[in-house]
T-cell receptor, first 116, second 111 residues
Framework: GAVVSQHPSRVICKSGTSVKIECRSL??????MFWYRQFPKQSLMLMAT?????????EQGVEKDKFLINHASLTLSTLTVTSAHPEDSSFYIC????????????FGDGTRLSIL | RKEVEQDPGPFNVPEGATVAFNCTYS??????FFWYRQDCRKEPKLLMS???SGNEDGRFTAQLNRASQYISLLIRDSKLSDSATYLC????????????FGQGTELSVKP
């Protein structure tokens, strides 16, 4: 069964809206979670590393004020796309590792975001 | 140069065929390696980890050559259900488990 849950799975909203996406580890604690973005016909690109109890680490070119990450507990990380615009439309996926960081990561179902 | 590069696709093969995917990575500090499978509009799912000694899981065989920084995946006796995009993934666990994905190779298995 799923070990990482992501919600919502689909969001359609107007330009200028802020959208919050949740990522939960279901039966384990995850001090680190990862947020990826995938545009059509492209591979996943890491956006940021979410660290429980501290600031997220953003990849080069990812605006931290645009993509707010909060990892307030060992089982929940949230990504908020602030003032979303059509170019933010994408497939957003989170992941977490059960155990040491060299182990495979488990992915959430993904959130398909469409900004009109 | 991309950190992880894969064969360009798509691969179109008949059922029962054997197909091989190749992947190279540029960072010798890369620590662990995986093949993930992604179906259209779905999240990636782990297919198998890749070990230095090579490993097999049913019809799937993965190989790693650290000296050449090369990873491969062999699929024998292809099934229609194998149609998907296969992602070569490198884990930098000395960077907290950061994953770098190849661009993916699309496989289409035809009847």
């Amino acid at each position: 069964g799923a070990v990482v849950s992501q919600h919502p799975s689909r969001v359609i909203c107007k330009s200028g809206t802020s959208v919050k996406i949740e990522c939960r580890s279901l039966d384990f604690q995850a001090t680190t979670m990862f947020w990826y973005r995938q545009f059509p016909k492209q591979s996943l690109m890491l956006m940021a590393t979410s660290n429980e109890g501290s600031k997220a680490t953003y990849e080069q070119g990812v605006e931290k004020d645009k993509f707010l990450i909060n990892h307030a507990s060992l089982t929940l990380s949230t990504l908020t796309v602030t003032s979303a615009h059509p170019e933010d439309s994408s497939f957003y996926i989170c992941s977490a590792t059960r155990g040491p960081s060299n182990q495979p990561q488990h992915f959430g179902d993904g959130t398909r975001l469409s900004i009109l | 140069r991309k950190e992880v590069e894969q064969d360009p696709g798509p691969f179109n093969v008949p059922e029962g065929a054997t197909v091989a995917f190749n992947c190279t990575y540029s960072n010798s500090a890369s620590q662990s390696f995986f093949w993930y499978r992604q179906d259209c509009r779905k999240e990636p799912k782990l297919l198998m980890s890749v070990y230095s000694s090579g490993n097999e899981d049913g019809r799937f065989t993965a190989q790693l050559n650290r000296a050449s920084q090369y990873i491969s995946l062999l699929i024998r006796d292809s099934k229609l259900s194998d149609s998907a995009t296969y992602l070569c993934v490198v884990n930098f666990y000395n960077q907290g488990g950061k994953l770098i994905f190849g661009q993916g190779t699309e496989l289409s298995v035809k009847p």
